[in-house]
Nanobody, 127 residues
Framework: QVQLVESGGGLVQAGGSLRLSCAAS????????MGWFRQAPGKEREIVAA????????VYSNSVKGRFTISRDNAKNTIYLQMNSLKPEDTAVYYC????????????????????WGQGTQVTVSS
């Protein structure tokens, strides 16, 4: 079992930056692919970025590519999402998720690919 706890959300003006963190429990964290998803009011949850457990692969949604960066520190059991040039449309609850079934460079992009989820952290970008 893996528990995930997100932090770092908040209110920021358009053009600003935030860094989200997701701390994971469990010694097997380093073998899990990890992802960040978000859900805006009235919309379905969507993938933002994901990273393989070997850090050899990353994937980003088109809407955040070039602005957001996902990374992980396996020694700290933590993943990060650095968000720059934030826009009002980035406003959402952000969730981290863990996928225990991938190989070293594999990445899932659908909600059903992920086995464990955090509670989410709110990010609000004002115009």
């Amino acid at each position: 079992q893996v528990q995930l706890v997100e932090s770092g959300g908040g209110l920021v003006q358009a053009g600003g930056s935030l860094r989200l963190s997701c701390a994971a429990s469990g010694r097997t964290f380093r073998t899990y692919a990890m992802g960040w998803f978000r859900q805006a009011p009235g919309k379905e949850r969507e993938i933002v970025a994901a990273i393989s457990w070997s850090e050899g692969s990353t994937v980003y949604s088109n809407s955040v590519k070039g602005r957001f960066t996902i990374s992980r520190d396996n020694a700290k059991n933590t993943i990060y999402l650095q968000m720059n040039s934030l826009k009002p449309e980035d406003t959402a609850v952000y969730y981290c998720a863990a996928d225990r079934t991938r190989n070293a460079v594999g990445i899932g992009t659908g909600e059903d690919d992920y086995d464990y989820w955090g509670q989410g952290t709110q990010v609000t970008v004002s115009s």
